[in-house]
């Protein structure tokens, strides 16, 4: 069992930026690809982005492509989403998910991929 909460939404102005985080508890964080997905109002959830078990690896979704950022820190067990030109069409509920695999060098885009969510943190962008 893996525990996921989320961080560091909030309100900002189109242009600027945030930094979400996501704190694991519970096992052996470096045993998880991670992965990020936001849901916006009257909408189905979307990727956003994945980073393997090592780090290495990451993948975007086109419309995030060049203005965020997935890293993590497996010493500290948490994962971050850094987002930069924030636009009003990026308002959603973004949450953290993790997925245990054995493959070092994974990245996983399908949200029914992974085994374990966080309960989301808002981020409204005003125009």
């Known amino acids: 069992q893996v525990q996921l909460v989320e961080s560091g939404g909030g309100l900002v102005q189109a242009g600027g930026s945030l930094r979400l985080s996501c704190a694991a508890s519970?096992?052996?964080?470096?045993?998880?690809?991670m992965g990020w997905f936001r849901q916006a109002p009257g909408k189905e959830r979307e990727f956003v982005a994945a980073?393997?078990?090592?780090?290495?690896?990451?993948v975007y979704a086109d419309s995030v492509k060049g203005r965020f950022t997935i890293s993590r820190d497996n010493a500290d067990d948490t994962v971050y989403l850094q987002m930069n030109s924030l636009m009003s069409e990026d308002t959603a509920v973004y949450y953290c998910?993790?997925?245990?695999?054995?493959?070092?060098?994974?990245?996983?885009?399908?949200?029914?991929?992974?085994?374990?969510w966080g309960q989301g943190t808002q981020v409204t962008i005003s125009s």
């Open positions: 980073i393997s078990r090592s780090g290495f690896n990451t």
């Open positions: 519970g096992r052996t964080f470096s045993s998880y690809a």
């Open positions: 998910a993790a997925k245990r695999t054995a493959a070092n060098g994974g990245t996983y885009a399908y949200d029914r991929s992974y085994d374990y």
